[in-house]
């Protein structure tokens, strides 16, 4: 059993690298299989009901309900459940020392384990979300008001490409292809910046720091050319995974 922990770890860390709409179903998978892992280590040693680790279940429940979601944690319960059920099932009962609770005993307390466990995830999954959907409220209104007070917002996805703009007091809203949206700035025939400041910004961005007033210069359809000064800050969401840059842009021409 000691091979399968190690090879579910090391799966583990390559599911790590997979793409965020992905990373919670990989999580969930690695959950499961961890319990599953503990009910079979508590057959093949003999322990069945006793086995130090399945008191955790319910810690796995409720770490994957704040991890995850309350469904894959109702999942995870299930399995836990019938984990523990079918440890009782197929494991003779190791023999009670006078004074210690029986299999009965044993059974009912790590079953109310895992239903607590999902209980106290769903609570805490619950305020996160509400934590988060406060916080995104604030963070809206915060970049309306920066739309408000600069000549222009925008916004870009974990690749530098652009995604949101918004020109004056607008809302924010998508950019179609031909407005820029899914390519980088300093790819567009319309951005102008010297080399040693296109560096520096791409230095800035690839390290994942704020950065203020870069100066470039944009060509409009009229092959007008307006100065520009450029700010933008790092975007993380809730687990810090780095999820773009947003910024504004003031015309000083």
């Known amino acids: ?7 579910l770890a090391l799966m583990a860390l390559v599911g790590a690298r997979l793409p965020q709409r992905w990373l919670g179903a990989a999580v969930t998978v690695v959950f499961i299989a961890v319990t599953l892992l503990m009910g079979l280590n508590a057959l093949l040693l003999g322990w069945g009901l006793r086995a130090p680790s399945l008191p955790l279940l319910g810690l796995l429940v409720c770490m994957l309900c704040v991890a995850v979601g309350w469904r894959a944690g109702v ?8 984990v523990i059920a079918g440890v009782a099932l197929f494991v003779p009962t190791v023999p009670v020392a006078s004074g210690l609770p029986g299999t009965g005993m044993v059974l009912g307390t790590l079953l109310v384990a895992v239903a607590a466990g999902l209980a106290s995830g769903v609570m805490a999954s619950r305020l996160l979300r509400e934590f988060a959907d406060s916080a995104h409220e604030r963070e809206s209104r915060f970049r309306r008001l920066l739309a408000l007070a600069a000549d222009a917002y925008w916004e870009t996805d974990s690749s530098y490409r652009l995604s949101t703009a918004a020109i ?3 809302a924010p809203r998508a950019l ?22 296109l560096d520096g910004l791409q230095a800035d961005m690839d390290d994942r720091r704020p950065f203020r007033d870069v100066p470039v210069r944009w060509l409009d359809v009229r092959r ?8 933008g800050e790092p975007r993380f969401d809730a687990h810090g995974v780095f999820n ?3 910024g504004v842009v003031r015309d000083v021409t």
């Open 244 to 246: 773009g840059y947003w």
């Open 75 to 82: 999942l995870l319960a299930v399995v836990a459940a019938g």
């Open 176 to 197: 179609a292809a031909d407005e820029g949206g899914g390519h980088c700035v300093w790819e567009l025939p319309q951005f102008q910046c010297d080399d040693e400041v």
């Open 224 to 231: 007008r050319s307006y100065a520009l000064l450029i700010s």
């Open 1 to 7: 059993s000691v091979g399968l922990f190690l090879l």
């Open 168 to 170: 004056g007091p607008h």
